[in-house]
């Protein structure tokens, strides 16, 4: 079928099928038209400058939809490894475990210490069911479908999802993980994540997305496009930890959005590994609204073969004694590419902030190639910002030297990407957390390595 025309009856199916309130399906008919009637991004606009727009349009695959089946489950298999893969993660008290494989109905557990003091982690889906008032009041509010094409499409087409809610002065001291899995072959999915952190709460959430081969595929990674969404809500004096891991396929193209408010006195720590797909962009945007307010992002990308990345972040100072730090490293070999565009932005009445950002990219082929450009947009004279960018070539010297105490080049180069993520990877003070992260990095690298 034509997406573009049944673009309004694939919205109504969704609200149907999950027996949605009038006011969510309302919502999602307004963000169709807001689809439909928005332009593609122009590319000679500042952010789509390095990437197609078209490339992300879903006019050649079919959007998953739920079928209502009271008998859908994630695949015992997926299950299966998952349980196995995330067994020592459970050993260091993970809180809790959601996993989704396309549009089949999620599993997912939280210990129930967290469950008695009212913290909710459950698929959105089951979410607007059960706690509709809660999901009327934060859903949409960081993201907007005015936010841009593909975010609207994204709020229309939404199902699953994930839901975290921490109510007042609860600390969950042990992190979540959530899996979305993919391995429907010419697929349109529409992650969407929503963190909302009462006064006083904390959380850490591992928010991953991944492909399996489809069984008719002779092991091939699907063909997907995916358009995700993250929106999170930091109330005063609390803390969040969010980590996106995109792992995707070998033949997905990812748009990513992701906004996070973070109000007085309130700490986010935001990461991404980027590791997976074949052509992804994402826009990444952190305001910070109260007083005393702090945001720091991290990056690592490990890109190769012909993988094309387009990330753009933002920080946005919007009150006065604001604190922001942003440490993004790209490494790439084969004929990868990487652009990278960073901005702070520092209000009028933002004064007595503080900023900082640093992007370093390293070559390790003369085929890859990396752009970086962090900007600056300073409204008020009281403030203190600084940043860095480099783009360079592996270092020769530090090459031969390894390989003169016995590494092959590759388990030599490999050892130098290690040393230049460690940095960032090591502001992770939280032990299991850092382990987790470093696991799927240094399994990117493992594969290059032995190949």
């Given at each position: 079928?034509?997406?573009?025309?049944?673009?309004?009856?694939?919205?109504?199916?969704?609200?149907?099928?999950?027996?949605?309130?009038?006011?969510?399906?309302?919502?999602?008919?307004?963000?169709?038209?807001?689809?439909?009637?928005?332009?593609?991004?122009?590319?000679?606009?500042?952010?789509?400058?390095?990437?197609?727009?078209?490339?992300?349009?879903?006019?050649?695959?079919?959007?998953?939809?739920?079928?209502?089946?009271?008998?859908?489950?994630?695949?015992?298999?997926?299950?299966?490894?998952?349980?196995?893969?995330?067994?020592?993660?459970?050993?260091?008290?993970?809180?809790?475990?959601?996993?989704?494989?396309?549009?089949?109905?999620?599993?997912?557990?939280?210990?129930?210490?967290?469950?008695?003091?009212?913290?909710?982690?459950?698929?959105?889906?089951?979410?607007?069911?059960?706690?509709?008032?809660?999901?009327?009041?934060?859903?949409?509010?960081?993201?907007?479908?005015?936010?841009?094409?593909?975010?609207?499409?994204?709020?229309?087409?939404?199902?699953?999802?994930?839901?975290?809610?921490?109510?007042?002065?609860v600390e969950i001291n042990a992190p979540l993980h959530a899996v979305h899995q993919s391995n429907q072959d010419l697929a349109a999915i529409f992650p969407r994540t929503l963190v909302v952190l009462e006064e006083g709460a904390s959380a850490i959430l591992i928010d991953e997305y991944g492909n399996t081969p489809d069984a008719g595929s002779n092991g091939a990674a699907p063909r997907v496009i995916a358009h995700a969404v993250t929106e999170a809500s930091i109330d005063k004096n609390s803390q969040l930890q969010y980590f996106n891991v995109q792992n995707?396929?070998?033949?997905?193209?990812?748009?990513?959005?992701?906004?996070?408010?973070?109000?007085?006195?309130?700490?986010?720590?935001?990461?991404?590994?980027?590791?997976?797909?074949?052509?992804?962009?994402?826009?990444?945007?952190?305001?910070?609204?109260?007083?005393?307010?702090?945001?720091?992002?991290?990056?690592?990308?490990?890109?190769d073969s012909l993988q094309h990345f387009d990330n753009h972040t933002e920080h946005v100072h919007v009150h006065s004694h604001t604190y922001s730090d942003l440490d993004f490293k790209v490494v790439l070999e084969d004929e990868a590419r990487s652009a990278y565009t960073g901005l702070i932005r520092i209000d009028l009445e933002a004064a007595d902030s503080e900023a900082y950002q640093e992007n370093r990219n390293l070559l390790l082929d003369k085929q890859c190639r990396a752009e970086s450009i962090p900007e600056l947009e300073i409204l008020n004279e009281d403030v203190r910002c600084t940043h860095g960018a480099t783009v360079g070539p592996i270092d020769e010297e530090q090459v031969f030297y390894l390989m003169t105490r016995g590494l092959p080049r590759r388990a030599a180069e490999r050892a130098i990407v290690e040393g230049f993520f460690a940095p960032v990877l090591d502001r992770i003070e939280d032990k299991a957390m850092h382990g987790r992260l470093w696991n799927y990095v240094r399994g990117k690298l493992e594969t290059k390595t032995n190949r």
């Open positions: 079928m034509s997406t573009l025309m049944s673009g309004a009856e694939a919205v109504r199916t969704i609200a149907q099928v999950g027996n949605e309130p009038d006011w969510l399906g309302h919502w999602r008919l307004q963000a169709w038209e807001s689809y439909e009637g928005a332009p593609l991004p122009d590319r000679v606009a500042h952010l789509w400058r390095y990437s197609e727009p078209e490339k992300f349009l879903i006019d050649k695959v079919e959007p998953l939809l739920p079928d209502g089946s009271t008998g859908q489950a994630v695949d015992p298999t997926i299950v299966r490894t998952l349980s196995d893969k995330f067994a020592s993660e459970a050993t260091q008290g993970l809180a809790g475990l959601l996993i989704q494989q396309d549009m089949r109905a999620p599993k997912f557990s939280l210990e129930e210490e967290w469950r008695e003091a009212g913290v909710i982690f459950c698929d959105l889906s089951s979410a607007v069911e059960q706690y509709p008032q809660i999901l009327e009041k934060h859903l949409g509010k960081q993201v907007s479908i005015e936010e841009s094409k593909f975010a609207a499409l994204n709020a229309a087409l939404f199902s699953g999802g994930v839901f975290l809610y921490v109510p007042s002065g995707w396929g070998a033949r997905t193209r990812s748009h990513y959005t992701q906004k996070i408010h973070v109000g007085r006195d309130a700490q986010a720590v935001s990461g991404g590994i980027v590791l997976g797909g074949i052509y992804n962009k994402a826009d990444i945007r952190t305001e910070l609204l109260g007083a005393n307010a702090y945001s720091e992002m991290i990056g690592v990308l490990l890109g």
